[in-house]
Nanobody
């Protein structure tokens, strides 16, 4: 089992940038497809981005393409989400998640492990 802890959330103005981090412990991160999801107030949790075990393949929701970048450092057991040009509609709790499946399967059928989330608030 892997334990995931997110950090880096906060309150920013529209157009600003933030970098979220997800630190993994318990098992080596390289075993897992990693993803970021978010849940806005009153809405269901939604996919944001995913990255393959090696980092060679990445996937993004249309709403964040070109603005967000997912990356991983397996040596540091950490996954990142760089968020640029933030918009008020990006306001949400952001969750890090891990799966033992390949990215497409993981995002489609569900992740195996979840962090507790970090809040990102973007003011207009």
């Amino acid at each position: 089992q892997v334990l995931l802890v997110e950090s880096g959330g906060g309150l920013v103005q529209a157009g600003a940038s933030l970098r979220l981090s997800c630190a993994a412990s318990g098992r080596t991160l390289s075993r897992y497809t990693m993803g970021w999801f978010r849940q806005a107030p009153g809405k269901e949790r939604a996919f944001v981005a995913a990255i393959s075990r090696s980092g060679g393949s990445t996937y993004y929701a249309d709403s964040v393409k070109g603005r967000f970048t997912i990356a991983r450092d397996n040596a540091k057991n950490t996954v990142y989400l760089q968020m640029n040009n933030l918009k008020p509609e990006d306001t949400a709790v952001y969750y890090c998640a891990a799966s033992e499946s390949d990215p497409v399967v993981a995002v489609t059928y569900g992740m195996d492990y979840w962090g507790k989330g970090t809040l990102v608030t973007v003011s207009s």
